[in-house]
T-cell receptor, first 112, second 114 residues
Framework: RKEVEQDPGPFNVPEGATVAFNCTYS??????FFWYRQDCRKEPKLLMS???SGNEDGRFTAQLNRASQYISLLIRDSKLSDSATYLC?????????????FGTGTLLAVQP | DAGVTQSPTHLIKTRGQHVTLRCSPI?????VSWYQQVLGQGPQFIFQ???????GRGNFPDRFSARQFPNYSSELNVNALLLGDSALYLC?????????????FGEGSWLTVV
């Protein structure tokens, strides 16, 4: 079983739509949680951190459910510029590293 | 300020050859990590170095090695290249280690093995 699992998509949505991505992780001791965005042939960039209390940044809302080991990302009012791959990321518990464990990514294509 | 810089940006190698990839972290950052991203997959952790010491190693064969220099720059070396080593190799830097720091990625080195 993969440590972080995501639906690879693609998700094809019209501009203005609301889209939700889900992710599950296998290690209940995972420590930190993130969503990264990766444009085609570019490096991943941090979109937002994810907390149990939920957090919102403009049109983006992220949520963590530790009991279910489930992470979500909601994008409201989709823009063409939101088209990218969204990577779910966790970090392992403890240790002296800041290793990131990535899911395979979910491809979003926003259509005009 | 310069971000994480990697070189070369693109390269083509033949099976069995050796490759060296280079990374300069953001000024002031002491931790460098390397990731391999195969097409259609998320990045996979290869190594982390902090203060010139290896702090973490992913599930990669011994053909992969790395080091960090006194100026905190880093090299990733891959010996006896296989076709399956074709990937985007990403370098990431952060201030320190142990979690909690924001991690910044370079634009990567695209390696094609033929």
């Amino acid at each position: 079983r993969k440590e972080v699992e995501q639906d690879p998509g693609p998700f094809n949505v019209p501009e203005g739509a609301t889209v939700a991505f889900n992710c599950t992780y296998s290690n209940s001791a995972s420590q930190s949680f993130f969503w990264y965005r990766q444009d085609c042939r570019k490096e991943p960039k941090l979109l937002m951190s994810v907390y149990s209390s939920g957090n919102e940044d403009g049109r983006f809302t992220a949520q963590l459910n530790r009991a279910s080991q489930y992470i979500s990302l909601l994008i409201r009012d989709s823009k063409l510029s939101d088209s990218a791959t969204y990577l779910c990321v966790v970090t392992p518990y403890g240790g002296a590293t800041n290793k990131l464990i990535f899911g395979t990514g979910t491809l979003l294509a926003v259509q005009p | 300020d310069a971000g994480v810089t990697q070189s070369p940006t693109h390269l083509i190698k033949t099976r069995g050859q050796h490759v060296t990839l280079r990374c300069s972290p953001i000024s002031g950052h002491k931790s460098v990590s390397w990731y391999q991203q195969v097409l259609g997959q998320g990045p996979q952790f290869i190594f982390q170095y902090y203060e010139k010491e290896e702090r973490g190693r992913g599930n990669f064969p011994d053909r992969f090695s790395a080091r960090q220099f006194p100026n905190y720059s880093s090299e990733l070396n891959v010996n006896a290249l296989l076709l399956g080593d074709s990937a985007l190799y990403l370098c990431a830097s952060s201030l320190a280690t142990g979690g909690g720091d924001t991690i910044y990625f370079g634009e990567g080195s695209w390696l094609t093995v033929v």
